[in-house]
């Protein structure tokens, strides 16, 4: 059985940063694509941004090109999301998936595509 486990949101003020954590437990972390996504208030899940198996690709949604940089940790079966330059459109429920799937390109941005999810982390960008 796989676990994820977001931590690191909270409340920041636009212009802010923060890092969000993921830690996975259960299988080995470096044969899984991970990804992050998000839902803010009323709106459907969205994609954020992804690394492939190797940390050798990482993508991310337009919107926060050059603001979040999605990496694998130093410690063992963890990754995360630094995110800088925060602003309000940024508020919402952050959310940690991963898969063993393979077939990266074309599909990384699909919820579809993970397996297995976080609880969620609540991220909230004040004006």
């Known amino acids: 059985q796989v676990q994820l486990v977001e931590s690191g949101g909270g409340l920041v003020q636009t212009g802010g940063s923060l890092r969000l954590s993921c830690a996975a437990s259960?299988?080995?972390?470096?044969?899984?694509?991970m990804g992050w996504f998000c839902r803010a208030p009323g709106q459907d899940r969205e994609f954020v941004a992804a690394?492939?198996?190797?940390?050798?690709?990482?993508d991310y949604t337009d919107s926060v090109k050059g603001r979040f940089t999605i990496s694998r940790g130093s410690a063992k079966n963890t990754m995360s999301l630094q995110m800088h330059n925060l602003k309000p459109k940024d508020t919402a429920v952050y959310f940690c998936?991963?898969?063993?799937?393979?077939?990266?390109?074309?599909?990384?941005?699909?919820?579809?595509?993970?397996?297995?999810w976080g609880q969620g982390a609540q991220i909230t960008v004040s004006s």
């Open positions: 998936a991963a898969t063993t799937r393979y077939g990266y390109a074309g599909t990384y941005y699909s919820a579809r595509y993970y397996d297995y």
């Open positions: 259960g299988r080995t972390f470096s044969n899984f694509v």
């Open positions: 690394i492939s198996r190797n940390a050798g690709r990482t």
